[in-house]
């Protein structure tokens, strides 16, 4: 089963100050993608950001963008300029195709991020 | 115009009912799924739909029993709750296409006393 790891229970950040996240995964597939969801205290679900295995550039949305390793198996998120709305748990998680085209998506546990005003 | 959403947002019952929590997207994808998050904040996959039948069944107790009427539709029903089954449960949907990331609904947190 693949896993996927987020070593970081819980990070702090000023405001403005950029943070980065961790997350290493384990695959022996060479074709799936990996998203990074944010989970504020209001509980939604919401994609923050997304890398496709075979494409070497790092994506960037915004004041978010990833550091995307893929023979270290490392997908970290960095956020520049932080703000207030950033606090909230970030989700690590990969896609895996599945038998019959389905697909799969397992999750990290987690880094919960504060932001200090 | 919500694109995943579930009835209840919250539900509190006691120790051996009965319940049921809806979902409904009106994005036209064609797989729905349910994740369970315990008090960790751990997700986890319960069941996967796609078109009205069962891809994933992540060994989830029979208690649990997904229902899905049409592909805009998966509903889960809960027989006979534990108090470990109180949590906070997620439907979510995608596009029948290799890697489209999931849309999650506000999920539902279910309490048994």
């Known amino acids: 089963a693949q896993t996927v790891t987020q070593s970081q229970p819980e990070m702090s950040v000023q405001e403005a100050e950029t943070v980065t996240l961790s997350c290493t995964y384990d695959?022996?597939?060479?074709?799936?993608?990996l998203f990074w969801y944010k989970q504020p205290p209001s509980r939604q679900m919401i994609l923050v950001i997304r890398?496709?295995?075979?494409?070497?550039q790092n994506a960037t949305e915004n004041r978010f963008s990833v550091n995307f390793q893929k023979a270290a198996k490392s997908f970290s998120l960095k956020i520049s300029d932080s703000q207030l709305g950033d606090a909230a748990m970030y989700f690590c998680?990969?896609?895996?195709?599945?038998?019959?085209?389905?697909?799969?998506?397992?999750f990290g546990t987690g880094t919960k991020l504060q932001v200090i005003p | 115009d919500t694109a995943v959403s579930q009835t209840p947002k919250y539900l509190v019952t006691q120790m051996g009912n009965d319940k049921s929590i809806k979902c409904e997207q009106n994005?036209?994808?064609?797989?729905m799924y349910w994740y369970k998050q315990d008090s960790k904040k751990f997700l986890k996959i319960m069941f996967s739909?796609?078109?009205?039948?069962?891809?994933i069944n992540e060994t989830v107790p029979n208690r649990f029993s997904p229902k899905s009427p049409d592909k805009a539709h998966l509903n889960l029903h809960i027989n006979s709750l534990e108090l470990g089954d109180s949590a906070v449960y997620f439907c979510?949907?995608?596009?029948?296409?290799?890697?489209?990331?999931?849309?999650f609904g506000n999920g539902t947190r279910l309490t048994v006393t």
């Open positions: 979510a949907s995608s596009k029948f296409l290799r890697y489209s990331p999931l849309h």
């Open positions: 695959t022996s597939e060479s074709d799936y993608y």
């Open positions: 890398q496709e295995a075979y494409k070497q």
């Open positions: 998680a990969y896609l895996e195709g599945i038998s019959g085209g389905y697909q799969k998506v397992t």
């Open positions: 994005l036209g994808h064609d797989t």
């Open positions: 739909y796609n078109n009205k039948e069962l891809i």
